[in-house]
């Protein structure tokens, strides 16, 4: 019955079903990846909502300029401060959880891609509406995630534009995911539920038309199973190698896909990862020193200059807290000890109830060289700025002499080499 190999046939164009052959094709095969996908992705979604609202993107321009962010925005609330890993969960469960649905969303497109060509590509209103739907769910699930992989693997590959990008796109994404997810999951259940019911083998169930199976298919090498474990070890293998960018110590080693690994973080207290070195970030050591550096700290009452010195004498307290950065990885609890927020805005006139705050670096270039705070992270006790790490005066590269540390928040907020704390008017 089959073709020989050189046959006219084989050489059909995309458009006719006869051109793709895989045997594994077919409407079950499809069901299994999109179900995965449909409870991967919206956990994708709103970990990604999560993400963008903790970082106060409503408080300044100095967190966020997304232009219209007012509509897509209005979900906006304060991110607690606890717990004191809130973010550190939310944003590693997004990058590994993302990292690891490649071979899914892959296959699942491969799945598919017959469909892609089908002719004609329009028959009516509601088909062209359904395939517009498809070209941005398509489109906005690829979009989605080489924005996101870019973003962790290559450093600013699109400079302060990046998350905005796939900000919007999240949003695009999900309508389409939406509308079909709406569309389809009957399908996909009922079609599971038949498969469960030990209809296992194609040949012997009762003939019913599978529009996405080969209506000439090759001869199987693999069987659908077989493809499965396969692409479920793809992901296992992607999530083995990611998810040590959660944690320290010899499970940071087994990341070999963490993409911040130029920077030796060295061993004793200050060894724990570094985002963006000092001179990276180009601060100057001649600007830290004892005689040059002061805290500049400004509310109502006025404005106060502190040395180094003076902060050591001001009450000092710890709170055990993680980095955990955007774009997924973090650190286990460090043990900060410094000054509390809410005394330094005390001490600026605002002892009562302590209102927002902006933070500014003695870095001049920048996205991440200034940062705004909430009240509520300010008021919390364990929100400090932080002299030691771990018993040890900051290193320069964590943020010597003085940095930001809050509990729950991203790492872009926990602003290095402080400069500047203007309390209220933002
Ligand atoms: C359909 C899939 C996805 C959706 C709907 C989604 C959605 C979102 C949203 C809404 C945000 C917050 C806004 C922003 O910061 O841009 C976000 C942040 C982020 N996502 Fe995704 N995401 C998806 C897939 C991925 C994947 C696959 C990765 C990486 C493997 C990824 C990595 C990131 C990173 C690193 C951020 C932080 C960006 C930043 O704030 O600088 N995302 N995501
Ligand atoms: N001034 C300044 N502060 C900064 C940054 C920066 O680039 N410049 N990076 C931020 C980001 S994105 C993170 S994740 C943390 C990392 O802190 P660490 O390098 O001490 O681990 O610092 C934050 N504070
Ligand atoms: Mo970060």
Redesign the pocket.
């Known amino acids: 019955m089959r073709d020989a190999p050189h046959s006219p046939l084989s050489h059909l164009s995309p458009t006719s079903p006869g051109f793709w052959r895989s045997p594994l094709r077919g409407v079950r095969f499809t069901s299994v990846l999109g179900l995965v996908l449909l409870a991967g992705i919206t956990v994708l979604f709103v970990t990604g909502l999560l993400s963008y609202a903790a970082y106060n993107p409503d408080l300044s321009p100095v967190n966020d300029q997304t232009p219209d962010k007012g509509l897509l925005g209005f979900y906006l609330f304060s991110w607690p401060t606890d717990p004191h890993w809130l973010y550190r969960l939310t944003q590693g469960v997004h990058v590994t959880l993302g990292v690891t649905l490649i071979p899914v969303l892959l296959a699942k497109l491969w799945s598919v891609i017959p469909r892609l060509f089908a002719l004609p590509p329009v028959r009516s209103v509601a088909h062209a509406l359904e395939r517009l739907s498809l070209l941005l769910l398509v489109g906005g699930a690829l979009f989605e995630f080489v924005t996101g992989v870019l973003n962790i693997q290559l450093d600013y590959i699109f400079p302060g534009s990046f998350y905005t990008l796939h900000f919007y796109g999240a949003w695009v994404f999900f309508a389409a995911f939406a509308a079909h997810a709406a569309l389809k999951t009957p399908k996909a259940l009922r079609n599971l539920r038949r498969m469960r019911a030990g209809e296992e083998d194609d040949e012997l169930a009762a003939p019913r038309p599978d529009d996405l199976a080969a209506p000439r298919p090759d001869s199987p090498t693999v069987l659908r199973r077989g493809a499965l474990r396969f692409i479920g070890g793809g992901a296992l293998l992607l999530f083995a190698t990611t998810v040590g960018r959660s944690f320290d110590g010899v499970l940071r080693h087994t990341a070999l896909l963490a993409p911040h690994g130029g920077t030796d973080p060295g061993s004793g207290p200050n060894g724990?990862?570094?985002?963006?070195t000092a001179s990276y970030?180009g601060i100057d050591p001649a600007e830290t020193g004892a005689d040059t550096w002061r805290l500049v700290v400004t509310g109502r009452a006025g404005t106060v200059r502190l040395s180094r010195a003076d902060l050591r004498r001001l009450p000092q307290h710890s709170a055990a807290l993680p980095?955990a950065?955007?774009e997924g990885w973090s650190?286990s609890d460090q043990w900060w000890r410094g000054v509390r927020l809410a005394e330094l805005a005390a001490l600026v006139g605002h002892g009562d109830d302590p209102p927002d705050v902006l933070v500014e670096?003695l870095?001049r270039r920048?996205a991440?060289?200034h940062a705004a705070l909430r009240a509520n992270q300010v008021a919390d006790p364990r929100a400090l700025l932080a002299l030691t790490v771990n018993g040890e005066d900051l290193s320069m590269?964590?943020?010597y002499p003085a940095r930001v540390i809050v509990p729950a928040a991203p790492?872009?907020l926990?602003?290095?080499?402080v400069a500047r704390m203007t309390f209220g008017e933002l």
Do not use: E, L, P
């Not at 926990?414 to 080499?417: E, L, R």
């Open positions: 724990f990862q570094i985002n963006k970030a980095i950065c955007v650190t670096s870095q920048g991440f060289r590269d964590h943020g790492g872009v926990n602003t290095k080499w």
